[in-house]
């Protein structure tokens, strides 16, 4: 049974930092796409960062310089490491794996992602 569990969400003043992790099990966690999407208040829900097929990365703008993605393969963990946040960071934020075979530039679009964490809550005060 395909779970995952994100943790790490938390409230934080604007410029502060906060490392989120995504424990995945029963996936053969190399083989999806890995990625972050994130919800705020009355939007949409969208991509933040995520992992090709053999560990390309790619980052919405709104990330980028900002937030670092990546994994622990031997704990099936995924992780955003994220700085200088600013309130318009302020979501919730998922965890989520695609439906098969990951391509080799990995995809930031939610129709290919078939799997969903519950979601860890970003706070971030000005």
């Known amino acids: 049974q395909e779970q995952l569990v994100e943790s790490g969400g938390g409230s934080v003043q604007a410029g502060g930092s906060l490392r989120l992790s995504c424990a995945a099990t029963g996936f053969a966690f190399s083989s999806p796409c890995m990625a972050w999407f994130r919800q705020g208040p009355g939007k949409e829900r969208e991509g933040v960062a995520g992992?090709?097929?053999?560990?390309?990365?790619r980052y919405a703008d709104s990330g980028k310089g900002r937030f670092t993605i990546s994994k622990d393969i031997r704990k099936n963990t995924l992780y955003l490491q994220m700085n200088s946040l600013l309130p318009e960071d302020t979501a919730m934020y998922y965890c989520?794996?695609?439906?098969?075979?990951?391509?080799?530039?990995?995809?930031?679009?939610?129709?290919?992602?078939?799997?969903w964490g519950q979601g860890t809550q970003v706070t971030v005060s000005s």
């Open positions: 989520a794996a695609s439906r098969g075979s990951c391509s080799s530039s990995g995809t930031l679009s939610k129709a290919d992602y078939l799997y």
């Open positions: 992992f090709g097929r053999y560990g390309l990365t």
